[in-house]
């Protein structure tokens, strides 16, 4: 079951979040806003992920010049070091991805309810819908079909406008550094106590698995507007990702690797939700061992602590 759930906090809320974002309801709002009304929500969702994005690309505006080395420079770990060591504004722009990917989750949740009310009222237009729908991403969309490239995101990105007159090819160049701010400050996660994996919930206690659904589709929407390779600038991502990860299995210091492991599985959590991506691709930049020792290990942990 695909829900949105509480976690024991000191603030305890006053409503259980699984009650009003479990399938059931949100098949229920599905049925009572109909398509058009899901169109306007996912609409709302978009605008609220626009106005991350554009505060993202301020930030790699002011780290631009560092991000730019950064770029190039991945195989050489101390030089990448001390380049981070200058970067600013880390813990925001991880914020504001997480944000994005949270806002996204909630809308797959309301494009699946979608998709399952309109297959019960229409077998027969949603059986050849994805046939149909192919290359129509807006026609798929609307009947809450999954899509590889998102059009309402495109058009919410589309639609920004510039405070200041940027070139194509500029806003190109801030879109690539953008991935690369994302990729080499995953492992700042590692350090936080929140980062643990919880395999009862299938995430994050602070929601950053679903920054996977943001990188994946913030890059494909970015990239289909100003025309670059969606593939490979995830392939880009992924080796500085790998790269700046493979770093923190080096480290000794118990703080900043606390839930290195947990932080590792966000590497095949992106690759998992990306068509462009494979497994192939992903054990060439990083150890399928490394993976497949972080499961085992975040697995014993939550045993550990159940006991």
């Not at 590889?148 to 550094?177: F, G, H, M, R, T």
Request: hydrophobic share 45%; aromatic share 8%; net charge negative.
């Amino acid at each position: 079951m695909k829900a949105f759930v509480n976690l024991p906090t000191d603030n305890e809320l006053t409503f259980n979040a699984e009650e009003y974002s479990d399938i059931s309801e949100m098949r229920a709002l599905s049925e009572l806003l109909g398509p058009y009304g899901m169109k306007f929500l996912s609409e709302s969702l978009m605008w609220h992920i626009s106005s991350q994005v554009a505060e993202l690309k301020k930030l790699v505006v002011e780290n631009m010049d560092v991000l730019t080395q950064m770029r190039t420079s991945f195989d050489k770990p101390d030089h990448m070091a001390a380049l981070f060591k200058k970067l600013t504004s880390v813990d925001s722009v991880l914020k504001r991805m997480t944000i994005i990917g949270v806002i996204l989750s909630f809308r797959s949740l309301a494009q699946e309810a979608l998709r399952d009310v309109g297959r019960s009222c229409s077998s027969k237009m949603l059986v050849s819908a994805p046939q149909v729908a192919m290359n129509v991403y807006e026609l798929s969309s609307a009947a809450g079909l999954p899509c590889e490239i998102d059009p309402a995101l495109v058009v919410a990105l589309s639609s920004q406008k510039s405070a200041e007159n940027i070139s194509p090819e500029e806003e190109y160049k801030i879109a690539c550094l953008l991935m690369v701010f994302v990729a080499v400050s995953l492992p700042m996660f590692a350090c936080s106590v929140m980062s643990q994996y919880s395999p009862a919930i299938e995430g994050h206690c602070n929601n950053i698995h679903c920054l996977a659904k943001a990188i994946n589709q913030i890059a494909a929407a970015l990239f289909t507007i100003h025309k670059g390779s969606i593939e490979d600038r995830l392939k880009e991502f992924l080796a500085l990702a790998s790269s700046s990860l493979l770093k923190i299995g080096q480290e000794t210091d118990k703080t900043t690797t606390r839930n290195r492991e947990s932080v590792y599985l966000l590497l095949d959590m992106v690759r998992a939700e990306s068509p462009f991506l494979t497994m192939d691709l992903l054990e060439s930049c990083f150890p399928y061992v490394l993976l497949r020792n972080a499961y085992h290990a975040v697995y014993k942990q939550s045993i550990s602590a159940n006991a």
